[in-house]
Protein backbone atom coordinates (compact mmCIF):
# COMPACT_ATOMS: atom_id res chain seq x y z
CA UNK A 1 0.00 0.00 0.00
CA UNK A 2 3.19 2.51 0.16
CA UNK A 3 3.68 1.12 -3.28
CA UNK A 4 7.38 0.46 -2.47
CA UNK A 5 8.13 3.64 -0.50
CA UNK A 6 9.00 3.82 3.08
CA UNK A 7 7.09 5.73 4.43
CA UNK A 8 3.49 7.18 3.35
CA UNK A 9 4.94 10.74 3.54
CA UNK A 10 7.11 9.88 1.15
CA UNK A 11 5.02 8.25 -1.33
CA UNK A 12 2.35 11.25 -0.62
CA UNK A 13 5.16 13.57 -1.42
CA UNK A 14 6.10 11.42 -4.53
CA UNK A 15 2.40 11.73 -5.53
CA UNK A 16 2.22 15.57 -6.23
CA UNK A 17 2.49 15.83 -9.66
CA UNK A 18 -0.53 13.33 -9.71
CA UNK A 19 -3.19 15.21 -6.70
CA UNK A 20 -2.20 18.49 -7.91
CA UNK A 21 -3.34 17.44 -11.42
CA UNK A 22 -6.25 15.46 -9.74
CA UNK A 23 -7.51 18.19 -8.45
CA UNK A 24 -7.15 20.56 -11.35
CA UNK A 25 -9.32 17.97 -13.69
CA UNK A 26 -12.34 19.00 -15.22
CA UNK A 27 -12.09 22.59 -13.61
CA UNK A 28 -9.15 24.12 -15.67
CA UNK A 29 -8.79 23.62 -19.50
CA UNK A 30 -6.30 26.53 -19.78
CA UNK A 31 -6.28 26.69 -24.09
CA UNK A 32 -9.68 27.32 -23.85
CA UNK A 33 -9.23 29.77 -21.34
CA UNK A 34 -11.90 27.46 -18.96
CA UNK A 35 -12.01 27.41 -15.17
CA UNK A 36 -15.05 26.09 -13.67
CA UNK A 37 -15.70 24.82 -9.79
CA UNK A 38 -19.45 23.27 -9.90
CA UNK A 39 -19.40 23.12 -6.10
CA UNK A 40 -19.49 26.96 -5.93
CA UNK A 41 -21.26 27.58 -9.27
CA UNK A 42 -24.38 28.63 -6.97
CA UNK A 43 -22.25 31.26 -5.37
CA UNK A 44 -20.43 33.08 -7.47
CA UNK A 45 -22.24 35.91 -7.27
CA UNK A 46 -22.65 36.24 -3.75
CA UNK A 47 -19.06 35.46 -3.47
CA UNK A 48 -17.89 38.08 -5.26
CA UNK A 49 -20.11 40.84 -3.75
CA UNK A 50 -19.28 39.68 -0.36
CA UNK A 51 -17.91 42.64 2.10
CA UNK A 52 -14.57 40.27 3.16
CA UNK A 53 -13.87 37.16 3.40
CA UNK A 54 -13.06 35.18 6.19
CA UNK A 55 -10.73 31.78 6.41
CA UNK A 56 -11.01 29.29 9.19
CA UNK A 57 -8.63 26.30 9.75
CA UNK A 58 -6.01 24.78 11.65
CA UNK A 59 -2.07 24.19 10.85
CA UNK A 60 -0.97 23.50 7.72
CA UNK A 61 -4.81 23.90 6.16
CA UNK A 62 -4.38 27.72 7.97
CA UNK A 63 -1.26 28.11 6.35
CA UNK A 64 -2.90 27.12 2.55
CA UNK A 65 -5.19 29.72 4.14
CA UNK A 66 -2.59 32.44 4.31
CA UNK A 67 -1.21 31.83 0.92
CA UNK A 68 -5.32 32.29 -0.13
CA UNK A 69 -5.40 35.51 1.22
CA UNK A 70 -2.67 37.05 -0.54
CA UNK A 71 -4.03 35.46 -4.01
CA UNK A 72 -7.47 36.50 -3.05
CA UNK A 73 -6.84 40.20 -2.02
CA UNK A 74 -4.47 40.24 -5.38
CA UNK A 75 -6.75 38.96 -7.59
CA UNK A 76 -10.08 39.84 -6.50
CA UNK A 77 -10.02 42.77 -4.52
CA UNK A 78 -11.93 41.73 -1.55
CA UNK A 79 -10.72 41.81 1.73
CA UNK A 80 -9.87 38.65 3.35
CA UNK A 81 -8.86 37.71 7.38
CA UNK A 82 -7.29 34.30 8.14
CA UNK A 83 -8.23 32.61 11.45
CA UNK A 84 -6.95 30.16 13.70
CA UNK A 85 -10.58 28.71 13.87
CA UNK A 86 -9.66 27.81 17.36
CA UNK A 87 -9.53 31.53 18.28
CA UNK A 88 -12.30 32.80 15.74
CA UNK A 89 -14.86 30.02 17.45
CA UNK A 90 -14.27 31.62 21.17
CA UNK A 91 -13.80 35.35 20.98
CA UNK A 92 -17.13 36.81 19.89
CA UNK A 93 -16.04 37.80 16.21
CA UNK A 94 -18.47 40.14 13.82
CA UNK A 95 -19.59 37.91 11.66
CA UNK A 96 -22.56 38.87 9.70
CA UNK A 97 -24.72 37.89 6.24
CA UNK A 98 -22.37 39.38 3.77
CA UNK A 99 -19.63 37.32 5.00
CA UNK A 100 -18.17 34.34 3.44
CA UNK A 101 -16.39 32.20 5.61
CA UNK A 102 -14.03 29.51 3.95
CA UNK A 103 -13.46 26.28 5.93
CA UNK A 104 -10.10 24.34 4.77
CA UNK A 105 -9.72 21.26 6.49
CA UNK A 106 -8.25 17.84 4.98
CA UNK A 107 -10.35 16.18 6.96
CA UNK A 108 -12.77 17.71 7.40
CA UNK A 109 -13.71 16.60 10.60
CA UNK A 110 -11.33 19.29 12.65
CA UNK A 111 -13.19 19.87 15.91
CA UNK A 112 -11.87 24.18 16.44
CA UNK A 113 -13.31 23.84 12.58
CA UNK A 114 -16.30 22.62 12.62
CA UNK A 115 -17.58 24.81 15.79
CA UNK A 116 -16.18 28.25 14.12
CA UNK A 117 -18.19 27.47 10.60
CA UNK A 118 -21.20 26.62 13.19
CA UNK A 119 -20.65 29.84 14.49
CA UNK A 120 -20.38 31.78 11.54
CA UNK A 121 -23.37 29.93 10.41
CA UNK A 122 -25.44 31.21 12.56
CA UNK A 123 -24.91 34.38 12.62
CA UNK A 124 -26.03 34.25 8.74
CA UNK A 125 -22.50 34.07 7.08
CA UNK A 126 -22.39 31.98 3.89
CA UNK A 127 -19.81 28.91 4.33
CA UNK A 128 -17.70 27.06 1.90
CA UNK A 129 -15.86 24.19 2.30
CA UNK A 130 -12.84 23.16 0.91
CA UNK A 131 -12.19 19.91 2.23
CA UNK A 132 -10.44 16.07 1.25
CA UNK A 133 -12.25 13.96 2.31
CA UNK A 134 -15.58 13.58 0.69
CA UNK A 135 -19.14 13.26 2.77
CA UNK A 136 -17.14 14.57 6.26
CA UNK A 137 -18.78 16.64 8.89
CA UNK A 138 -17.41 19.95 7.49
CA UNK A 139 -18.21 19.55 3.42
CA UNK A 140 -22.11 18.41 5.29
CA UNK A 141 -22.45 21.31 7.32
CA UNK A 142 -20.79 24.02 4.41
CA UNK A 143 -23.43 25.50 1.87
CA UNK A 144 -21.54 24.66 -1.08
CA UNK A 145 -17.32 24.06 -1.66
CA UNK A 146 -14.94 22.25 -3.58
CA UNK A 147 -13.39 19.45 -2.80
CA UNK A 148 -9.85 18.84 -2.73
CA UNK A 149 -9.11 15.34 -4.45
CA UNK A 150 -5.91 14.94 -3.51
CA UNK A 151 -6.86 10.98 -2.38
CA UNK A 152 -6.26 9.46 1.11
CA UNK A 153 -3.89 10.91 3.21
CA UNK A 154 -2.37 8.93 5.49
CA UNK A 155 0.72 10.31 6.81
CA UNK A 156 0.11 12.68 9.43
CA UNK A 157 2.17 15.50 8.22
CA UNK A 158 0.08 17.02 5.48
CA UNK A 159 1.90 17.36 2.36
CA UNK A 160 -0.26 16.53 -1.08
CA UNK A 161 -3.53 17.89 1.20
CA UNK A 162 -1.34 21.51 1.70
CA UNK A 163 -0.90 21.78 -2.63
CA UNK A 164 -4.40 20.66 -3.12
CA UNK A 165 -6.08 22.97 -0.82
CA UNK A 166 -3.58 25.55 -2.19
CA UNK A 167 -4.65 24.63 -6.09
CA UNK A 168 -8.15 24.98 -5.26
CA UNK A 169 -8.25 28.38 -3.38
CA UNK A 170 -6.23 29.70 -6.48
CA UNK A 171 -9.03 28.41 -8.63
CA UNK A 172 -11.26 29.81 -6.92
CA UNK A 173 -9.80 33.41 -6.77
CA UNK A 174 -9.33 33.36 -10.29
CA UNK A 175 -12.93 32.39 -10.99
CA UNK A 176 -14.05 35.11 -8.63
CA UNK A 177 -11.47 37.35 -10.48
CA UNK A 178 -12.85 36.73 -14.01
CA UNK A 179 -16.49 37.00 -12.73
CA UNK A 180 -15.51 40.57 -11.20
CA UNK A 181 -12.97 41.62 -14.02
CA UNK A 182 -10.69 42.69 -11.45
CA UNK A 183 -8.04 40.88 -13.39
CA UNK A 184 -7.61 41.66 -16.93
CA UNK A 185 -8.13 38.90 -19.82
CA UNK A 186 -5.01 38.14 -20.79
CA UNK A 187 -3.99 38.12 -17.03
CA UNK A 188 -6.32 35.88 -16.40
CA UNK A 189 -5.44 33.47 -19.61
CA UNK A 190 -1.86 33.71 -18.38
CA UNK A 191 -2.32 32.21 -14.92
CA UNK A 192 -4.88 29.87 -16.20
CA UNK A 193 -1.45 28.84 -18.39
CA UNK A 194 0.88 29.22 -15.20
CA UNK A 195 -1.62 27.39 -13.21
CA UNK A 196 -1.61 24.19 -15.40
CA UNK A 197 2.03 23.85 -15.88
CA UNK A 198 2.21 23.14 -11.92
CA UNK A 199 2.24 19.89 -11.86
CA UNK A 200 5.41 19.03 -13.92
CA UNK A 201 7.49 21.86 -12.10
CA UNK A 202 6.34 19.81 -8.78
CA UNK A 203 7.66 16.81 -10.75
CA UNK A 204 10.74 18.48 -11.26
CA UNK A 205 11.04 19.30 -7.51
CA UNK A 206 11.43 16.08 -7.09
CA UNK A 207 13.97 15.21 -8.83
CA UNK A 208 15.64 17.07 -5.78
CA UNK A 209 15.75 14.32 -3.67
CA UNK A 210 19.03 13.16 -3.69
CA UNK A 211 20.18 16.43 -3.64
CA UNK A 212 18.76 17.37 -0.41
CA UNK A 213 18.97 14.06 0.86
CA UNK A 214 22.43 14.90 1.34
CA UNK A 215 21.67 18.51 3.04
CA UNK A 216 19.88 16.58 5.07
CA UNK A 217 22.66 14.43 6.81
CA UNK A 218 24.49 17.98 7.07
CA UNK A 219 21.94 19.06 9.20
CA UNK A 220 20.17 16.47 10.87
CA UNK A 221 21.49 16.70 14.48
CA UNK A 222 20.66 20.16 14.63
CA UNK A 223 18.84 21.11 17.82
CA UNK A 224 16.90 24.56 15.95
CA UNK A 225 15.98 26.10 12.44
CA UNK A 226 14.28 28.84 11.43
CA UNK A 227 12.47 29.32 8.12
CA UNK A 228 12.38 32.83 6.71
CA UNK A 229 9.78 34.04 3.62
CA UNK A 230 8.33 36.92 2.34
CA UNK A 231 5.06 37.37 0.39
CA UNK A 232 3.85 34.61 -1.11
CA UNK A 233 6.78 32.30 0.59
CA UNK A 234 6.32 33.59 4.10
CA UNK A 235 3.18 31.04 4.14
CA UNK A 236 5.74 28.38 3.29
CA UNK A 237 7.91 29.44 5.70
CA UNK A 238 5.30 28.85 8.52
CA UNK A 239 5.10 25.38 6.67
CA UNK A 240 8.59 24.34 6.04
CA UNK A 241 9.02 24.66 9.95
CA UNK A 242 6.15 23.16 11.47
CA UNK A 243 6.60 20.13 8.92
CA UNK A 244 9.93 19.87 10.85
CA UNK A 245 8.92 20.09 13.98
CA UNK A 246 5.90 17.87 14.06
CA UNK A 247 8.07 14.81 12.13
CA UNK A 248 11.58 15.18 13.67
CA UNK A 249 10.93 17.38 17.16
CA UNK A 250 13.66 19.57 16.00
CA UNK A 251 12.71 23.19 17.30
CA UNK A 252 11.73 25.11 14.49
CA UNK A 253 10.32 28.69 13.62
CA UNK A 254 8.74 30.24 10.54
CA UNK A 255 9.16 34.05 10.27
CA UNK A 256 8.41 36.69 7.63
CA UNK A 257 12.36 37.09 6.58
CA UNK A 258 11.74 41.11 7.86
CA UNK A 259 10.63 40.13 10.87
CA UNK A 260 14.08 38.57 11.65
CA UNK A 261 15.10 41.94 12.96
CA UNK A 262 12.53 42.25 15.66
CA UNK A 263 13.89 39.54 17.26
CA UNK A 264 15.34 36.09 15.99
CA UNK A 265 18.52 37.52 14.54
CA UNK A 266 19.70 37.36 17.76
CA UNK A 267 19.33 33.47 18.27
CA UNK A 268 21.81 33.10 14.78
CA UNK A 269 25.29 32.32 15.53
CA UNK A 270 27.29 29.14 13.78
CA UNK A 271 25.03 26.44 14.93
CA UNK A 272 21.71 28.12 13.28
CA UNK A 273 20.30 26.91 10.26
CA UNK A 274 18.27 28.92 8.25
CA UNK A 275 16.36 28.07 5.53
CA UNK A 276 15.44 30.88 2.88
CA UNK A 277 12.80 30.76 0.26
CA UNK A 278 14.14 33.51 -1.95
CA UNK A 279 12.79 32.38 -5.26
CA UNK A 280 12.68 35.18 -8.35
CA UNK A 281 9.63 37.38 -7.23
CA UNK A 282 8.91 41.08 -6.20
CA UNK A 283 10.92 40.67 -2.87
CA UNK A 284 13.86 38.79 -3.90
CA UNK A 285 16.39 41.94 -3.58
CA UNK A 286 14.66 42.12 0.20
CA UNK A 287 15.45 38.48 0.53
CA UNK A 288 18.85 38.81 -0.57
CA UNK A 289 19.80 41.15 1.48
CA UNK A 290 18.21 39.16 4.76
CA UNK A 291 20.53 36.31 3.56
CA UNK A 292 23.55 38.63 3.66
CA UNK A 293 22.08 39.30 7.40
CA UNK A 294 22.22 35.67 8.48
CA UNK A 295 25.81 35.04 6.51
CA UNK A 296 27.23 37.90 8.17
CA UNK A 297 26.30 36.40 11.98
CA UNK A 298 27.69 33.03 10.30
CA UNK A 299 24.38 31.20 10.27
CA UNK A 300 24.38 28.50 7.75
CA UNK A 301 21.63 29.07 5.31
CA UNK A 302 20.20 26.76 3.02
CA UNK A 303 18.00 29.05 -0.21
CA UNK A 304 15.18 27.46 -2.29
CA UNK A 305 16.50 29.83 -5.70
CA UNK A 306 15.08 29.73 -8.98
CA UNK A 307 16.80 27.75 -11.52
CA UNK A 308 19.97 29.68 -12.74
CA UNK A 309 19.97 31.95 -9.62
CA UNK A 310 23.83 32.26 -9.06
CA UNK A 311 23.74 35.40 -6.75
CA UNK A 312 22.41 33.52 -3.98
CA UNK A 313 24.42 30.57 -4.94
CA UNK A 314 27.39 32.74 -4.31
CA UNK A 315 26.39 33.50 -0.48
CA UNK A 316 24.56 30.39 0.86
CA UNK A 317 25.84 27.33 2.10
CA UNK A 318 23.23 25.20 -0.44
CA UNK A 319 20.72 26.37 -2.97
CA UNK A 320 18.41 24.28 -3.70
CA UNK A 321 17.23 25.17 -7.55
CA UNK A 322 13.25 25.13 -8.34
CA UNK A 323 11.85 25.80 -11.17
CA UNK A 324 10.59 29.07 -12.63
CA UNK A 325 6.77 30.39 -11.94
CA UNK A 326 4.53 32.89 -11.20
CA UNK A 327 4.65 34.12 -7.17
CA UNK A 328 1.31 33.47 -6.77
CA UNK A 329 1.56 29.71 -7.81
CA UNK A 330 5.47 29.51 -5.86
CA UNK A 331 4.03 28.23 -2.42
CA UNK A 332 3.01 25.00 -4.78
CA UNK A 333 6.55 24.60 -5.89
CA UNK A 334 9.04 25.91 -3.39
CA UNK A 335 7.51 23.73 -0.42
CA UNK A 336 8.29 20.68 -1.69
CA UNK A 337 12.09 20.77 -0.97
CA UNK A 338 11.13 21.53 2.46
CA UNK A 339 8.52 18.81 2.94
CA UNK A 340 11.46 16.22 1.57
CA UNK A 341 13.94 17.90 4.25
CA UNK A 342 12.06 17.59 6.82
CA UNK A 343 11.09 13.91 5.85
CA UNK A 344 15.10 12.75 5.12
CA UNK A 345 15.94 14.67 8.81
CA UNK A 346 13.18 12.96 10.33
CA UNK A 347 14.32 9.46 9.19
CA UNK A 348 17.81 10.15 10.11
CA UNK A 349 16.82 10.70 13.48
CA UNK A 350 15.07 7.25 13.56
CA UNK A 351 11.55 9.15 13.70
CA UNK A 352 8.46 7.51 13.45
CA UNK A 353 7.92 9.95 10.24
CA UNK A 354 3.79 8.53 9.62
CA UNK A 355 2.96 8.84 13.18
CA UNK A 356 4.62 11.44 15.28
CA UNK A 357 4.43 11.46 18.80
CA UNK A 358 1.39 12.53 20.54
CA UNK A 359 -0.42 13.63 17.18
CA UNK A 360 -3.21 12.10 15.88
CA UNK A 361 -4.17 12.40 11.70
CA UNK A 362 -7.44 14.55 12.43
CA UNK A 363 -8.07 16.34 15.67
CA UNK A 364 -11.70 15.85 16.96
CA UNK A 365 -11.60 17.05 19.88
CA UNK A 366 -10.23 20.46 21.50
O1 LIG B 1 -7.74 17.91 8.76
P1 LIG B 1 -7.36 19.36 8.91
O2 LIG B 1 -6.80 19.94 7.68
O3 LIG B 1 -8.47 20.19 9.48
O4 LIG B 1 -6.21 19.32 10.00
C1 LIG B 1 -5.64 20.52 10.48
C2 LIG B 1 -4.37 20.24 11.24
O5 LIG B 1 -4.62 19.40 12.33
C3 LIG B 1 -3.29 19.61 10.37
O6 LIG B 1 -3.02 20.37 9.22
C4 LIG B 1 -1.99 19.42 11.15
O7 LIG B 1 -1.42 20.66 11.46
C5 LIG B 1 -1.01 18.55 10.36
N1 LIG B 1 -0.47 17.50 11.20
C6 LIG B 1 0.13 19.31 9.78
O8 LIG B 1 1.00 18.52 9.06
Excluded at 177 to 183: I, Q, V
Aim: aromatic share 6%; charged share 25%.
Amino acid sequence: EKAGYDHFMLKEIFEQPKSIGDCLRGRLNAKEGHLHLGGINDYVNKISNADRILIVACGTSWHAGLVAEYIFEEYCRIPVEVEYASEFRYRNPIVGEKDVVIAISQSGETADTLAAIELAKSKGATILGVCNVVGASIPRTSHAGSYTHAGPEIGVASTKAFTAQISVLTMMALMLAHKKGSLTESEYRKLLVELEAVPDKVAKCLDLNAQIEIISEKFKDAANFLYLGRGYNFPVALEGALKLKEISYIHAEGYPAAEMKHGPIALIDENMPVVFIATKDSSYEKIVSNIQEVKARKGKVIAIVTEGDTDIAGMADYTVEVPAAHESLMPLISVIPLQLLSYHIAVMRGCNVDQPRNLAKSVTVE
